[in-house]
């Protein structure tokens, strides 16, 4: 089919009609179908269920230097689980401390901590100035964008490139502004792009010069070993490495977690940094907690063994979720190749294919899903304050639904996309005609 954007008014009036026939068609279904939630499936769970026999009443619970994991203590982690993320991250182990079961919930700690006193070499909590801003590369983790609201902390939009975040405007708004304090990444298949950051990005992540001493970057590698294909893996450059390389290497927080590898909610968390942020971290946690949980500490490492254990374990998960994203991707490439009308990623990893639609149609094409039966996630919630200022991102999570739900709700999906480009296309033109004769009729008087 031909771009939307260049048929005439009659053709896309009966492409319209011949959309809202099959949209009602589809209404007439009563369908309940969820494209919204970034959550593995049960299938995936299940992958790890022989986790839960890793540690019983019949096995011993202790570390390999004979610590027993049911009391007091520890509390960096058992030194295998730090080891094991170590061996997967390319990082020293003792620059680890392991959480509990989210590493939201670290990151959430982090900052919280930073608020009421700061970070290591901070002259003074982050509450002690009038305001102080994040920079948030968008679209980007609703949930990051959440935490800074529930602090009062401005959060200033960064564009996203091909390759990672527009670093020139990264670069002059830290050098000149001492009231940014931090910035949200997720570099590696990022949510909900899919893009991983180019070493030239990290390199000069590493070299950054903010002109605010307590400026750190919060780099979530949630998705790093989350490679949809054996032969199109994406390569992340280590940012830990590369800032002490730049005699930078108190700028970073790392933080990853095995919620999509074991368990969502029962998996286990960390958090990396240069050995004076760990110290300073250290120092602060233990006042929060004598320790984490040490026996899914346990579990994990007795059930993975290693990274290679890791790497086998998410084959397995690739494999589920790959013609997932595949149903996703062809349902697209059918329904809406040539109509000049959307574009999509299609990520070597991670959980999420972000969808562009025309400027001003994605809020009108989650609603027209919605009243299909289509849950998708809220257009808008992919930039801070839940505002996209084009209003034309959105986020498909394929992980969750089966292949042929996916199939029938991107089928809705792309229905949608034709009926709010139409109305967008003719209301413009509409529009487009009204202005040009009224400025003629200002021309002429
Ligand atoms: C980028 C990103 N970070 C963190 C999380 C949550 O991680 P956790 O379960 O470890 O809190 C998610 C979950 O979707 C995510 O997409």
Redesign the pocket.
């Known amino acids: 089919m031909a771009s939307l954007l260049e048929m005439s008014k009659q053709d896309l009036e009966s492409l319209q009609e011949e959309s809202r026939k099959a949209y009602q068609a589809y209404q007439a279904e009563g369908l309940k179908l969820d494209m919204s939630r ?1 959550k593995p499936s049960t299938e995936q769970l299940d992958l790890a269920v022989h986790m839960l026999d890793c540690v019983s009443s019949s096995t011993d619970v202790k570390t390999q230097n004979n610590i027993d994991c049911r009391n007091y203590g520890l509390l960096d982690g058992i030194p295998e689980a730090r080891q094991l993320f170590a061996d997967i991250l390319h990082i020293p182990a003792d620059q680890i401390i392991i959480g509990g079961n ?4 670290m990151m959430y700690d982090t900052v919280a901590r930073a608020m009421t006193h700061g970070v290591y070499g901070s002259e003074k909590p982050w509450c002690k100035y009038d305001k102080i801003k994040f920079l948030c590369p968008a679209p980007g ?1 609703d ?1 990051h964008f959440a935490i800074c609201e529930f602090f009062g902390i401005e959060m200033v939009n960064i564009d996203m490139r091909e390759d990672g975040p527009d670093m020139d405007m990264i670069e002059r708004l830290v050098l000149e502004d001492e009231t940014i304090k931090g910035i949200w990444c ?1 570099p590696k298949y990022s ?1 909900p792009q899919g893009i991983t950051y180019s070493d030239e990005v990290v390199r000069r992540f590493a070299n950054l010069k903010p002109k605010a001493s307590d400026f750190r970057i919060f780099w ?1 590698d ?1 998705y790093c070993v989350h490679d949809l294909y054996e032969d199109r893996k994406d390569h992340l450059l280590n940012l830990l490495t590369e800032s002490q390389k730049a005699g930078n290497g108190d700028i970073v927080f790392l933080f990853a ?1 095995t ?1 999509k590898i074991s368990f ?1 909610g029962s ?1 286990i ?1 960390m958090i990396a940094a240069s050995k004076n942020n760990i110290e300073f971290l250290r120092r602060q946690i233990a006042v929060q907690t004598i320790g984490p949980d040490k026996i899914n500490q346990l579990r994990h490492v007795r059930f993975y063994q290693n990274a290679d254990g890791i790497h086998a374990h998410m084959k397995k998960h690739a494999a589920i979720i790959r013609p997932k994203f595949h149903a996703v991707l062809q349902g697209l490439s059918k329904h809406l190749d040539g109509l000049g009308v959307a574009s999509w990623t299609n990520p070597n990893g991670g ?1 999420f294919i972000s969808l562009d639609v025309l400027e001003g149609c994605a809020k009108r094409v989650v609603q027209l899903c919605k009243e299909a039966g289509v849950v998708m996630t809220p257009a808008g919630a992919t930039y801070p304050y839940g505002n996209d200022p084009k209003d034309q991102n959105i986020r498909i999570a394929p992980t969750y639904p089966s292949s042929a739900e996916l199939a029938k709700a991107v089928e809705i999906l792309c229905i949608a996309i034709k009926i709010a480009s139409v109305e967008k296309i003719l209301a413009s033109r509409a529009c487009g005609i009204v202005c040009e004769a009224a400025a003629n009729a200002a021309v002429s008087r």
């Open positions: 970034g989210s590493s939201l919930n983790y949930r997720v949510n979530d949630a977690s919620s969502s998996g968390s959980y």
